[in-house]
Nanobody, 119 residues
């Protein structure tokens, strides 16, 4: 059973930064791709970012390119999402996910963490 636990969400002003963390257990973390999705109220879930098992490949959604950075530490079973230059439209529940590759990274989901960006 895969368990993903997100942390680091909160309230931040527009233009600010926030770092989300995801701790993984119950699966071979070091051989799995990790990702982040988000869902804003009344909207569909949106792909944010993904990273391959060895950090050799990264993908980003168009709306966050150049502002968000995904990284991981396999020794700590942790993946991070560094969010800079935050905008009110980044307000959403952010979910950590895992899967076999950066293009198939949504096999398992965490419970989510709320990020609110005030204008």
């Amino acid at each position: 059973q895969v368990q993903l636990v997100e942390s680091g969400g909160g309230l931040v002003q527009a233009g600010g930064s926030l770092t989300l963390s995801c701790s993984a257990s119950g699966r071979t973390f070091s051989s799995s791709a990790m990702g982040w999705f988000r869902q804003a109220p009344g909207k569909e879930r949106e792909f944010v970012a993904a990273i391959s098992w060895n950090s050799g490949s990264r993908r980003y959604g168009d709306s966050v390119k150049g502002r968000f950075t995904i990284s991981r530490d396999n020794a700590k079973n942790t993946v991070w999402l560094q969010m800079d230059s935050l905008k009110p439209e980044d307000t959403a529940v952010y979910y950590c996910t895992t899967g076999p590759s950066v293009v198939a990274v949504a096999d398992y989901w965490g419970q989510g963490t709320q990020v609110t960006v005030s204008s």
